[in-house]
C-alpha cells in the first residue's frame, strides 16, 4: 500500500494485524511516534492522519492506505522549531519528551480551532497524553503562551 | 487473521457474509478505540476483521431524527451546531468522552454500542434517547431499539454477518440532563445517568442500561434505590472502579443531579 509520511511518498506491506505506529517505527524508522501502552492511553504514537490528531495503536495500518501521515518530525526542526515547539521549551514543559508527540500535536489541533483556549479547554485538549515526568502544568502554560504568541 | 479494509458497505457486508458462512465470528472496526487494542492482546478472537474506516459511514444529518453513521466520531458530535440546538444530551455527553482530542476523533457512538460495556458513557444516553439501530446484512436492514440490541456486558443482538451501520436518534431539544460520576480525568465513568422528561437511565449499575421511571420528581432517589435492589444478583455489573455496594449508594445522587439538570433546561 502507499502512502504519505511527513512529505515522503512510501509503499509498504503491513500485515493484517499490524497498527500504524508499527509500521511507522518499525518498518519506515520513524521515532517521532512511539510506543507506550497500545491502548489508546498513553498518547505518545500520536500523529496527524490525514489532518485528524490520532492515537496511532488504534490505527489498523491497512486504513492508512493513501493517507498523509503526519508526525512530530514534520512540525519544525531543531534550529526552526513550530511555534507550539518553541512555547513548551520556553516554559519546560518537558523533560524527558517521551509524551511530546501527543502533547504537542493535540495542542497544534487545539488552537488550529480554538485560537484562544480557556485552561480547561487546554486540559481537556492534552487530557489524553500521560506524562512521565509530570510536566502538566508547564504543559498547559506552555499551550498558554503559544496562544498568546499567534 | 485476514483483513478486510471494505471500500464501500457493500464490500464489509460481502466480506461478513463470507466470513460468518465459513462459521467464524468477524470482527468489525468501526473507530478502533476499542476492539484495535484488544485484538493486539489477543481479547478478541480475530480471525476474521472487517474494517470499516474507508466505507464513507461518516455522515451525520440533522433534521427531525438525526441520523448518524457508523464512522462518525465524537468529535463531528461535538463541532455540530444542530446536534448542539437538537440533542444536547448527545451533545453534553460526547464533550465528556475521555482520551482528549484524539479519542474524540476516533471514537464512535456505533463502536461504543457495539462493544456494549457497561461502564460506557455512551449507552445510557443512546437509550434514554430511544436511539434506533440500523442492522444490516448482505440479506436485508432491520432497525431496532438499541435497549433491544443490548443483551449483557459485551454482548449484543447482532448475527456474525450483522453490523450497525448507523443510528437514528429523535430530535430531544429541552429537559434533558447527563451526570457521570469518575474518578480521574482519565478513567472510565462508575456510574452514568441520563434524565430525559418521565425516566432517567442508568449506567454502570448492572450489565446493560437500566431505564427507570420517575413517577414524581421528588421520589427520584427513593425510584432509583427500588430499582437497584430488585435488580437480580446476576445481574449487577461490577469492575475494578468500585463494587456493586458502592454504585448502588451512590446512583441515587447522580441520577438526582441529572433530572435536577433536566428539570433547569426545561
Request: net charge negative; hydrophobic share 45%.
Amino acid at each position: 500500500m502507499r502512502l504519505q509520511v511527513d512529505g515522503a511518498h512510501v509503499q509498504i506491506d503491513p500485515d493484517p494485524e499490524d497498527t500504524l505506529v508499527d509500521v511507522l517505527r518499525d518498518e519506515l524508522g520513524s521515532t517521532a511516534v512511539r510506543v507506550g501502552c497500545r491502548n489508546g492511553d498513553c498518547g505518545t504514537c500520536t500523529a496527524l492522519v490525514d489532518g485528524q490528531c490520532v492515537k496511532t495503536c488504534l490505527v489498523l495500518a491497512g486504513r492508512a492506505e493513501g493517507a498523509r501521515v503526519e508526525t512530530l518530525a514534520s512540525l519544525g526542526t531543531e534550529t526552526n522549531p513550530h511555534p507550539v515547539q518553541e512555547a513548551f521549551l520556553a516554559e519546560y514543559a518537558f523533560q524527558c519528551g517521551f509524551c511530546l508527540p501527543g502533547m504537542i500535536l493535540s495542542a497544534v489541533t487545539l488552537l488550529a480551532d480554538t485560537p484562544s483556549p480557556s485552561d480547561a479547554e487546554i486540559r481537556n485538549a492534552l487530557s489524553g497524553n500521560l506524562c512521565r515526568c509530570t510536566g502538566y502544568v508547564n504543559a498547559v502554560r506552555a499551550v498558554r503562551r503559544a496562544a498568546a504568541a499567534r | 487473521m485476514t483483513t478486510t479494509f471494505a471500500r464501500s458497505l457493500d464490500e464489509a457486508l460481502t466480506a461478513l457474509a463470507e466470513s460468518a458462512a465459513a462459521g467464524a465470528k468477524p470482527v468489525v472496526v468501526s473507530g478502533g478505540t476499542l476492539c484495535v487494542p484488544a485484538m493486539v492482546r489477543g481479547e478478541l478472537d480475530a480471525a476474521d476483521v472487517v474494517d470499516l474506516g474507508r466505507t464513507g459511514l461518516n455522515t451525520l444529518a440533522v433534521g427531525s431524527v438525526i441520523e448518524l453513521g457508523a464512522l462518525v466520531s465524537y468529535q463531528q458530535v461535538i463541532s455540530s451546531p444542530r446536534v448542539r440546538a437538537e440533542l444536547p444530551l448527545l451533545h453534553r455527553m460526547a464533550s465528556g468522552i475521555t482520551g482528549g482530542i484524539q479519542i474524540r476523533n476516533q471514537g464512535t457512538l456505533v463502536g461504543a454500542l457495539c462493544a456494549a460495556r457497561p461502564q460506557s458513557d455512551a449507552l445510557a444516553v443512546l437509550v434514554a434517547l430511544q436511539a434506533e439501530a440500523v442492522v444490516v446484512s448482505a440479506s436485508g436492514t432491520r432497525t431496532a431499539p438499541v435497549a433491544d440490541l443490548l443483551v449483557s456486558p459485551g454482548t449484543t443482538h447482532l448475527a456474525a454477518d450483522e453490523l450497525v451501520a448507523g443510528l437514528r436518534i429523535p430530535a430531544c431539544l429541552h429537559g434533558t440532563g447527563y451526570v457521570k460520576l469518575k474518578f480521574a480525568e482519565s478513567s472510565w465513568p462508575v456510574v452514568t445517568a441520563a434524565a430525559v422528561q418521565d425516566r432517567v437511565v442508568l449506567g454502570g449499575v448492572a450489565g446493560t442500561p437500566q431505564v427507570v421511571p420517575l413517577p414524581s420528581r421528588r421520589e427520584v432517589r427513593a425510584a432509583v434505590v427500588d430499582h437497584l435492589d430488585a435488580l437480580p444478583t446476576e445481574h449487577r455489573w461490577a469492575d475494578l472502579r468500585a463494587p456493586w455496594a458502592y454504585r448502588r449508594r451512590v446512583a441515587p445522587e447522580i441520577a438526582a443531579r441529572a433530572v435536577e439538570l433536566a428539570e433547569e433546561a426545561r
